[in-house]
Every structure is written in C-alpha cells, then in structure tokens.
C-alpha cells in the first residue's frame, strides 16, 4: 500500500522518524515535507541525525501568514496528492502543515490518520488549537496520546473514530537516550555542568512575538542568578535581533541544537523553563521540573502529577516560582510505551477496512 506522511515542522520530523521505520517494513511511504521549517538547524539536521529518509517531495513553502502559507501548501499538497494517490495520509500535532494534510485528505476522500488527536488547550487564540480542532473533525482516524485526549474526542462526538495509542515522541526519546549519553558532547562544547543549569525555549507568539512581553520575560529570567541555556528558535531569534533586546550574560543564547544534544541538555540539566508542547512532556518523561510560560496546557498530566507549573510574566513572583518549584516524585507512565509498533498495527487495520 502507498502511505503518504506530511510534515513541515522540526516536532514533526522527530514524531516521524520512529513511525517511518515501523511502517517502511510493510508499506510503501512516501514523505512530503512542506517547508515550513527550512533552517538546516531545524530541519535537515533532524533528518540526517534521527535517520529519517530523504523527503520525496519539499513544496518550500516557507513564512508569509497564515492564510497565504496554508493556501500555498494547500495548492502544492493537492497537486502532489493526486499524481500519487495514496492508500493513506497520516498528519502529525497541530502546525499549518498538519491542518494542510487533513484538509487536502478530507477534499480528495483518501483516508486519514491525525497523529497526536484529542489536544485541547481550550484557547482559541492559538492558532494549534484552530488547526488541532479542524484536523480531528476532517481526519478518518485519531490516535491520541493519552486518556484526556480521548475523552476531548468523546466531547466533541469523535469517539468512534478515536484510538488511544500513547504518546509517539515517547519511543523517539527512549530510541535515542542512551545515543545521547554516550555520544553527545554538548555539556562539554559549552563549558556546562550537569545538574547547574536551566534549559529555556521560547517559541509561542504570545510570549515573544511583541518585543516588550519577551524583554519583559528576558528581564526576569535575568534576575534568575542560575545560568541558563537558551537554544533560540528562530521566531524568537528574529524578535530578539531586530530590536536589539537585553538579557544578562548568565543566559546563554545558542542556536536551536540537533535531537541528541537537546535530549542530553534535557536530561543533565536542574530545571525546563519552556513553552513548547513537546518539550513539557520530555520533562516529565525524564523527570525534570518543568516551569510552563503559558496560561494553559493541552498536557494537563503533567501538571496534575506535580512535575509541571503554568506561570505568566505578569506574576509578581515568577522568579520565586520558577527557583522554588520542586516536583513531586510520584510519577506514572501518562504517555504509554512502544507506541509506534501499535500505530502501525492500527494502520494494518485501517488498511485492511
Ligand atoms: C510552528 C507551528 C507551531 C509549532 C512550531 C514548532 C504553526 C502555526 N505553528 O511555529 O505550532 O509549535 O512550529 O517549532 O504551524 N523560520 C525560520 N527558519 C525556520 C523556521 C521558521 O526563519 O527554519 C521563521 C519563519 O520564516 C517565520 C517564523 O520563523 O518567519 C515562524 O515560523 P512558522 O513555521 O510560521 O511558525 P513557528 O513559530 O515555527
Ligand atoms: N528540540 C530540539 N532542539 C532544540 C529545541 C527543541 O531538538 O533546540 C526538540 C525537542 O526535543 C522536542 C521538539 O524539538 O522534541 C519540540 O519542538 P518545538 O518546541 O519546536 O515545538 P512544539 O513541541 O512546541 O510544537
């Protein structure tokens, strides 16, 4: 059977990786990349690394706003689809690249798979949780990551086409763990010492797309008298360059790393101060205190397993939250395991329908 997999953007290709190896030992995948992320550091890299097969197709769709770059990805995807015809079209999470996938399904009546289904942030500001929601109601099949996921489906009347699969980001970490213990070289590339830094990644447009909310958050993340390693996305990169903005030497700006790097800074380091999806649940995968910069998340677990807090930089003790938070040490598996081999026996189902 012919597969089709969409991706565009850099949590993207590190879901794929474990899924391709799984599906490529019975089916026929091809890859379509939409270009959404193009930086050598957030693309080629995690393809090159995590052993993900070329793209057949980049559309290089890249920038513009919403409605241009989902229109443009939509006419490209289109075109790509009906020359191949595939048996199946799998999507992953929320970005405009996924809701491109489903739609460009949905319109030619080929089957769907929506990888990472049932997330809610219940804030429609945020342009994932338009793209989340239009992905469930279009996609054929939802696998979603955990028991809350399910039951956001069941709410919104999708339970008959709703899987609990587990979480696929959980095999790619534990498939290259131990890869990034030996072989990464990061702490030392960067003169840092286990366990005495904090890890930050900004990327939300809420938290950095209006230079003052991000020097406000730069202003307080430099009273934190910690050093902290902050691998720069290149949206916030942008805003931080443009209009010059001021942070103290102990953050340490780099450019964003590769997957085996990142997981090691990850794992050796004292605390997470972050606003990305993927990045909230290797914390607690990992069992690292993760400081959330957001008013909400989709992974709620998270929070009620005491490993996560929501903080906002109009809290007047955001400083003393993100130094004082101590996790519990209860920890249960919220994100399943060997998540990849039961998408695929899904998949196997889903074909043979
Ligand atoms: C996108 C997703 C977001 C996801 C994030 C993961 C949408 C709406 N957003 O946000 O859900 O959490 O990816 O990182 O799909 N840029 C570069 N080089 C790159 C990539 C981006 O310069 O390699 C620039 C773009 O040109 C654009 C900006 O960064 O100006 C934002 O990129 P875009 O892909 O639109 O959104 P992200 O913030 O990356
Ligand atoms: N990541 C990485 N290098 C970095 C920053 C993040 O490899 O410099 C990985 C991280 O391990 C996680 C994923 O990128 O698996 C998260 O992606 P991102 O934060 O861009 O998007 P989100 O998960 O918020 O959609």
Excluded at 83 to 93: A, C
Aim: charged letters at 20%; glycine letters at 6%; a negative charge.
């Amino acid at each position: 059977m012919k597969i089709i997999s969409v991706v565009g953007a850099r949590p993207q290709f590190i879901k794929l990786a474990p899924l391709s190896k799984e599906i490529r030992k019975l089916h026929n995948e091809l890859i379509i990349h939409t270009g959404q992320h193009f930086d050598e550091d957030m693309s080629k890299y995690f393809f090159e690394q995590l052993e993900i097969p070329e793209p057949d197709y980049n559309l290089g769709i890249r920038g513009g706003n919403h409605g241009e770059q989902t229109g443009k990805m939509l006419i490209g995807l289109e075109e790509v689809v009906i020359k191949e015809n595939p048996d199946l079209i799998i999507v992953f999470g929320d970005t405009n690249s996924t809701l491109t996938g489903s739609l460009v399904a949905a319109k030619l009546g080929i089957k769907s798979v929506h990888i990472e289904a049932g997330l809610r942030s219940f804030n429609r500001s945020m342009p994932e949780e338009i793209n989340r929601i239009i992905s469930d109601h279009t996609s054929d099949y939802l696998f979603a990551p955990t028991k809350t996921a399910i039951r956001n489906l069941e709410n919104e009347g999708l339970s008959n086409n709703a899987y609990l699969t587990g979480d696929i980001m959980v095999d790619v970490l534990m498939n290259n763990i131990e890869k990034a213990k030996t072989n990464s070289q990061i702490l030392n590339e960067l003169n840092i010492v286990s366990n005495q830094y904090y890890l930050l990644t900004l990327h939300r447009p809420y938290n950095v797309d209006d230079p003052k909310i991000l020097q406000k958050l730069l202003n307080l993340l430099s009273s934190i008298d910690t050093t902290i390693v902050f691998p720069v996305h290149p949206r916030t990169n942008k805003i931080i360059t443009e209009n010059n903005l001021n942070y103290s030497s102990k953050i340490r700006l780099i450019k964003p790393v590769g997957y085996l790097d990142f997981i090691s800074l990850e794992n050796n380091c004292a605390k997470i101060i972050t606003d990305s999806g993927g990045v909230q649940k290797e914390a607690y995968i990992l069992k690292k205190a993760c400081i959330t910069i957001r008013p909400e998340t989709e992974w709620v677990e998270t929070l009620e397993e005491g490993w996560n807090i929501l903080i906002s930089a109009d809290q007047a003790d955001f400083v003393e939250q993100a130094v004082n938070f101590n996790p519990s040490h209860a920890h249960r598996n919220v994100f399943g395991s060997n998540v990849a081999a039961k998408m695929v026996d899904q998949i196997e189902e889903i074909l043979n329908s």
